[in-house]
């Protein structure tokens, strides 16, 4: 690893901040859909609604687990680039390697999140197609 520098663990800034948005923006557009439902559940004490704010509540907690595994990997690259600057090379090699490995973690919680989203989905749209030949019957 001759070639590790500074500009090493600062490649991530950028990717980190990509993903962070985009966990963000997930997670703003679930906060609204959990506020319309809850709303819904209020008028209406279906299990259907009740069924999906459960699924709302899993996605959530794996989006937060998202964001703090995605932030911490990029405090611990941060923290690579001091130990760098103050000589500490072989113990910000090793920190770097965590803020990898913080990172493959906070990208697989997004895949999990994402098939259970798609399920959700797929649940809605098989409704709607149960609807669709009932009314052509």
Same mark, same amino acid.
């Given at each position: @690893? /001759?070639?590790?520098? @500074? ?12 993903? @962070?948005?985009?966990?963000? &923006? ?5 906060? !609204? ?6 709303? $819904?559940?209020?008028? &209406? =004490? *279906? ?7 459960? &699924? ?8 937060? +687990?998202? !964001?703090?595994?995605?932030?911490? *990997?990029?405090?611990? %690259?941060?923290? %690579? @680039?001091? =130990?760098?600057?103050?000589? $500490?090379?072989?113990? +910000? ?9 913080? =990172?493959?973690? *906070? ?7 994402? $098939?259970?989203?798609?399920? +959700?989905? /797929? =649940?809605?749209?098989? /409704?709607?197609? /149960? ?5 052509? !019957?």
């Amino acid at each position: @690893m /001759d070639e590790f520098s @500074m500009t090493t663990p600062a490649l991530f800034f950028s990717a980190i901040s990509l993903l @962070m948005l985009a966990y963000t &923006n997930r997670f703003l557009a679930l906060a !609204q859909v959990v506020r319309a439902l809850h709303a $819904q559940y209020r008028e &209406n =004490l *279906s299990e259907t609604i009740y069924g999906e704010i459960r &699924n709302l509540r899993l996605r959530l907690h794996l989006i937060r +687990a998202m !964001q703090v595994t995605g932030i911490s *990997s990029l405090l611990l %690259c941060v923290l %690579c @680039m001091f =130990l760098i600057y103050i000589g $500490q090379r072989s113990i +910000a090699e090793i920190v770097f390697g965590l803020a990898n490995l913080l =990172l493959i973690v *906070s990208l697989a919680i997004s895949v999990g999140e994402i $098939q259970i989203s798609v399920r +959700a989905l /797929d =649940l809605h749209l098989a /409704d709607v197609e /149960d609807l669709h030949r009932k009314a052509r !019957q």
